[in-house]
T-cell receptor, first 111, second 115 residues
Framework: DAKTTQPPSMDCAEGRAANLPCNHS???????VYWYRQIHSQGPQYIIH???NNETNEMASLIITEDRKSSTLILPHATLRDTAVYYC????????????FGTGTSLTVIP | ETGVTQTPRHLVMGMTNKKSLKCEQH?????MYWYKQSAKKPLELMFV???????ENNSVPSRFSPECPNSSHLFLHLHTLQPEDSALYLC??????????????FGNGTRLTVT
């Protein structure tokens, strides 16, 4: 079972920041938060991951709350090509191999 | 180019056919995965292979049979499928070390239609 909760859909104006929330209230101390996105008819694409510190890369920023029970993915300047389903995942299992995807957030970037 | 190549991209098969899906990763990873994505449903983890050994089988029916001959190749053999098995089948790979697991890298999937 997925251990995360995300809103089913969001809209964002092109050029504005898109802030996608995720709740993971049962996260364990050694579990990372991963974000992926999936554009229609393609495989999911890795975006970013983190443990407890905020992370930034060329695609996005990840803000994790101090209690680690929630996080926010930030796309600083959304473009039309960012329209996709965004998945927040907590890696579970002793081997770390069990990546369970929930239903994600369908983000629509509006011109 | 994701580094994970799946073939074929599209497959239509009858319920009595036998077919195989192929996945090849060019990333030097040591773990490979099969996921199933049905319409309007989350991705379902089917099988996991670590160092060519199957470590996870999430209650997948026996009509799906995985094979991992080496760390770069993964197959999913299909036989006597049902129409509800129609879905996007995704392959992924990652690098597992003593310090943890790298992110998954996915292929673009095989769109399977069972008639």
């Amino acid at each position: 079972d997925a251990k995360t909760t995300q809103p089913p859909s969001m809209d964002c104006a092109e050029g504005r920041a898109a802030n996608l929330p995720c709740n993971h209230s049962t996260i364990s101390g050694n579990e990372y938060v991963y974000w992926y996105r999936q554009i229609h008819s393609q495989g999911p694409q890795y975006i970013i991951h983190g443990l407890k510190n905020n992370e930034t890369n060329e695609m996005a920023s990840l803000i994790i709350t101090e209690d680690r029970k929630s996080s926010t993915l930030i796309l600083p300047h959304a473009t039309l090509r960012d329209t996709a389903v965004y998945y927040c995942i907590v890696r579970v299992g002793n081997t770390g191999n069990q990546f369970y995807f929930g239903t994600g957030t369908s983000l629509t970037v509006i011109p | 180019e994701t580094g994970v190549t799946q073939t074929p991209r599209h497959l239509v098969m009858g319920m009595t056919n036998k077919k195989s899906l192929k996945c090849e990763q060019h990333l030097g990873h040591n773990a490979m995965y099969w996921y199933k994505q049905s319409a309007k449903k989350p991705l379902e983890l089917m099988f996991v292979y670590n160092f060519k050994e199957q470590t996870e089988n999430n209650s997948v029916p026996s009509r799906f049979s995985p094979e991992c001959p080496n760390s770069s190749h993964l197959f999913l053999h299909l036989h006597t499928l049902q129409p509800e098995d129609s879905a996007l089948y995704l392959c992924a790979s990652s690098q597992v070390t003593s310090r943890g697991n790298s992110p998954l890298h996915f292929g673009n999937g095989t769109r399977l239609t069972v008639t």
